[in-house]
């Protein structure tokens, strides 16, 4: 099992930026990928940013945060972040970090262990 713990959620305004943290313990050997997902009142779960777990941590990027969001990992820490900038309004969702044992995807069905999700609020 894997245990993941976010944080770093909150209110900021347009323009302003904030940083999740996502900390794995537990059989953190198993985990391959993680990623961010975010989900909006009345709307579907969506990708948000994914990263490899091992080599040089390939990263994906959903288009509507392309050059405003930066997914990172820590292996030595097993924690991954997820850096946003120039936030919008329409970026206000509960965002929840996922880790996977297979291999890339922005499948959310192919992640198997869910942190409990954290509040970003955008005001504009």
């Known amino acids: 099992q894997v245990l993941l713990v976010e944080s770093g959620g909150g209110l900021v305004q347009a323009g302003g930026s904030l940083r999740l943290s996502c900390a794995a313990s537990?059989?953190?050997?198993?985990?391959?990928?993680m990623a961010w997902f975010r989900q909006a009142p009345g709307k579907e779960r969506e990708f948000v940013a994914g990263v490899t777990w091992s080599g040089g941590g390939s990263a994906g990027y959903v288009d509507s945060v392309k050059g405003r969001f930066t997914i990172s990992r820590d292996a030595a820490k097993n924690t991954v972040y997820l850096q946003m900038n120039s936030l919008k309004p329409e970026d206000t969702a509960v965002y929840s970090c996922?880790?996977?044992?297979?291999?890339?995807?922005?499948?959310?069905?192919?992640?198997?262990?869910w942190g409990q999700g954290t509040q970003v609020t955008v005001s504009s």
């Open positions: 537990g059989h953190t050997f198993s985990i391959n990928t």
């Open positions: 996922a880790a996977t044992s297979n291999d890339y995807t922005d499948y959310d069905r192919w992640y198997e262990y």
